[in-house]
């Protein structure tokens, strides 16, 4: 019996192992054209599903990614007034910047997402602090519905 329990355990551990490294995060992959990098920088903004204005979204999580592919290029946080700065692998290809994030405004959160797709970076070496691409994100806002979890035995 002893011999079994150990023989689970031992199971148990690789297939957790197996699962955990099969979900970890994509490398981000750097395009074989690309030999330096570039630049994107903007304000990320949000609007709430109870007023129409544009707030700044400060801490905003921005991710690069190739146009139209699941393979990410960078990414970066927007700092406390909402502005980023990313730096991507120039090259002669075209990129999207994705937002996805919570938000808490009173006592209610909110799934904020927004995307600016299609950009063409160009090959020029530029880097944050320099003249980059100006892009502004924003987001929309909907209450977050937490989903739960079936449990079956």
Not at 19 to 45: D, F, H, M, N, Y
Not at 104 to 125: Q, R
Request: some cysteine.
């Amino acid at each position: 019996m002893k011999r079994y329990h150990h023989f689970a355990h031992v199971l148990g551990f690789i297939l957790l192992s197996t699962v955990i490294a099969g979900c970890g995060a994509k490398q981000i992959e750097r395009p074989t054209e690309a030999l330096e990098s570039t630049c994107v920088r903007g304000t990320v903004w949000y609007r709430g599903p109870t007023h129409s204005p544009l707030v700044r979204y400060p801490h905003a999580k921005i991710t690069a990614w190739r146009h139209e592919t699941d393979n990410p290029l960078g990414e970066t946080r927007a700092d406390k007034s909402g502005n980023y700065c990313i730096e991507v692998p120039a090259g002669d290809f075209r990129m999207d910047l994705r937002v996805w994030g919570l938000k808490d405004l009173g006592s209610v959160s909110y799934t904020c997402k927004g995307s600016v797709n299609g950009i063409e970076l160009g090959t020029g070496a530029v880097k944050c602090g320099d003249e980059c691409i100006e892009i502004d994100i924003v987001t929309d806002c909907r209450k977050f519905i937490p989903r739960r979890r079936r449990w079956s035995y």
